[in-house]
């Protein structure tokens, strides 16, 4: 008998649920873990005015912007050189709306949950064991979570050691996802 998305609202929904408190205390209360991540300009109101003068506004931005033909040119290869070379990303003005953001993230922790379930529903069957739920869901789940911010390192800059971080909070979701499916699996 195989099972519907129907008979796993709650484990999609509680899944979410434990996977958005999990990661309020990785990023809020387990301070050691994400803060040391982020860092200022030591020449932060210049950084600022700089940016400011250029009118930039939201979104992407590389340092040396560059097309794929300009990257064989002498000038570029010396801005590269030179340094610094990154991407800036740029938010419109005005506080951080925090509701706004972890409203997203929550969408964010639904929908890989629905995913789950819905890989979930074809791969595992009515009252299967603990252990089977849980390393199916986990699996889907890992896939949601972890392997994200690899992208980011490869292409951004993003330090390996930040990102190795967040994938290790992505195993922990998985963790939490897989558990929840296992344990709320129809019996």
């Excluded at 801005?79 to 997203?104: C, E, H, I, Y």
């Excluded at 739920?133 to 690899?150: E, N, W």
């Amino acid at each position: 008998m195989m099972i519907s998305l129907a008979q796993l609202w709650l484990p999609i929904l509680l899944s979410a649920v434990f996977v958005f408190f999990a990661s309020s205390i990785l990023n809020m209360l387990l301070k050691f873990w994400h803060a040391p991540d982020y860092h200022g300009f030591s020449n932060e109101d210049e950084v600022r005015a700089a940016i400011r003068k250029s009118n930039a506004g939201a979104g992407m931005y590389m340092l040396p912007m560059c097309t794929p033909e300009a990257m064989k040119q002498p000038e570029t290869q010396e801005k590269f050189k030179q340094g610094p070379v990154g991407t800036v990303a740029l938010r419109l003005p005005g506080s951080m709306n925090m509701g706004a953001s972890l409203g997203q993230w929550f969408v964010f922790c639904l929908l890989v949950s629905f995913f789950c379930a819905l890989l979930v529903t074809h791969a595992v069957p009515h009252a299967a064991p603990f252990e089977r739920v849980f390393h199916m869901a986990g699996i889907a789940a890992l896939m949601g979570f972890a392997f994200g911010p690899l992208p980011n390192a490869i292409w951004w800059g993003h330090p390996w050691s930040v990102t190795l971080k967040h994938v290790i909070d992505g195993v922990i979701y998985a963790l939490i996802t897989g558990a929840t499916f296992a344990w709320l699996w129809p019996a």
